[in-house]
């Protein structure tokens, strides 16, 4: 997710490979939606960063980006982008296997830490 950030910051005309476009022109998808997204994404790392976020903004990132990956394989898809490599429709759904078992170890060590009991102040 960092490296798309960036790469939406500062490479504003990334040449598609079959064209001069941009890829957001090339899905189709108007000029502000790189900027609402990169404004989200740059949220969703920081809600998942920092280590006093509270879980539901965290599964809520968690979620967004899971919508974001599943969102970008079906964009590539439906825009024909299989034929000139697999690979712009297979690497979204590879990044969300590792966003699933990121969330799963997040569940799991959430739950370890809820566990503890906490002594109470007196």
């Not at 280590?51 to 974001?68: D, H, L």
């Not at 429709?89 to 503890?116: A, C, E, H, M």
């Amino acid at each position: 997710m960092v490296f798309s950030i960036i790469n939406f910051i500062f490479n504003d005309h990334f040449p598609f490979p079959n064209g001069k476009e941009g890829a957001f022109a090339h899905l189709g998808l108007p000029p502000y939606f790189k900027i609402e997204l990169t404004v989200a994404k740059i949220l969703g790392v920081l809600a998942l960063s920092i280590p006093n976020v509270p879980r539901k903004i965290k599964e809520f990132a968690y979620f967004g980006f899971a919508i974001t990956l599943v969102s970008a394989s079906i964009a590539h898809f439906s825009r024909g982008d299989a034929r000139l490599s697999v690979l712009f429709v297979i690497d979204p759904l590879i990044f969300l296997v590792i966003l699933i078992v990121s969330y799963s170890y997040f569940q799991k060590t959430d739950t370890r830490i809820g566990s503890v009991p906490r002594a109470r102040a007196s």
